[in-house]
């Protein structure tokens, strides 16, 4: 089975590391969350109130049910679009086999024709 961590060091565009799109997905959502400002929460936040913790908290909730929809939506036009490009590679397959029993059937009959 594809493991998307073997074209992790490559120069690939078309699948994201995990954390890659993590981020391109939340940095719209809410930046805070974006994995390089993880860490950097506590200190962000030292001095809040618990009322601005609870605030803060409800915000992020929110901010993680959105990121599930938007993955799911990301998730569901890669789907599609994968399988889009098999559909095209299959029919091109079958199309390039029926090209040649065409011929085969061609040879076939005119070997006939001249016996």
Request: hydrophobic content about 35%; charged content about 30%.
């Amino acid at each position: 089975m594809f493991d998307p961590a073997s074209i992790a060091g490559q120069n690939s565009t078309l699948i994201p590391t995990g954390d890659k799109l993590y981020d391109m997905l939340m940095r719209s959502i809410e930046p805070d969350l974006m994995t390089g400002q993880i860490p950097l929460l506590d200190a962000k936040y030292k001095n809040e109130t618990p009322g601005e913790a609870a605030v803060r908290a409800e915000r992020y909730k929110k901010a993680f049910a959105e990121y599930d929809l938007q993955l799911s939506a990301y998730l569901a036009k890669l789907h599609a679009k994968a399988r889009e490009y098999q559909s095209t590679a299959r029919n091109s397959i079958e199309k390039d086999e029926r090209t040649k029993e065409r011929r085969a059937l061609s040879d076939i009959e005119s070997a006939i024709g001249a016996a």
